[in-house]
């Protein structure tokens, strides 16, 4: 009987172990598949994050440009005395 017991006993712990060990596959794929879709996002956020840059930069750029006019207008005014 109690040879029984114990076959019944190692019969569940090699199940458990192998329950263990699927489980264990299975994460491991799922935690791979988790790593690439994070680095996929974190790439899409640095390419946002650079567009944005260099929308800023045409801003700037487009506002230098819109200053020099500015004062070249001013100036022809002042030349022309047509200034209000």
């Known amino acids: 009987m109690t040879e029984n017991?114990?076959?019944l006993?190692?019969?569940h712990l090699r199940a458990?172990?192998?329950e263990v060990q699927t489980l264990r596959t299975e994460m491991h794929a799922e935690f791979k598949d988790v790593k690439l879709r994070l680095s996929s996002v974190e790439r899409?956020?640095?390419s946002i994050k650079h567009e944005t840059a260099d929308i800023r930069?045409?801003?700037?750029?487009?506002q230098a440009s819109i200053d020099r006019l500015s004062e070249r207008l001013d100036r022809?005014?002042?030349?022309?005395?047509?200034?209000?």
């Not at 930069?57 to 487009?62: N, P």
């Not at 022809?76 to 209000?84: A, D, N, P, Q, T």
Request: aromatic share 4%; proline share 0%; glycine share 4%.
């Open 5 to 7: 017991v114990e076959n």
């Open 44 to 46: 899409s956020i640095v």
């Open 57 to 62: 930069g045409d801003y700037v750029r487009q």
């Open 16 to 18: 458990l172990r192998n």
């Open 9 to 11: 006993v190692l019969e």
């Open 76 to 84: 022809v005014e002042r030349r022309l005395e047509i200034r209000e």
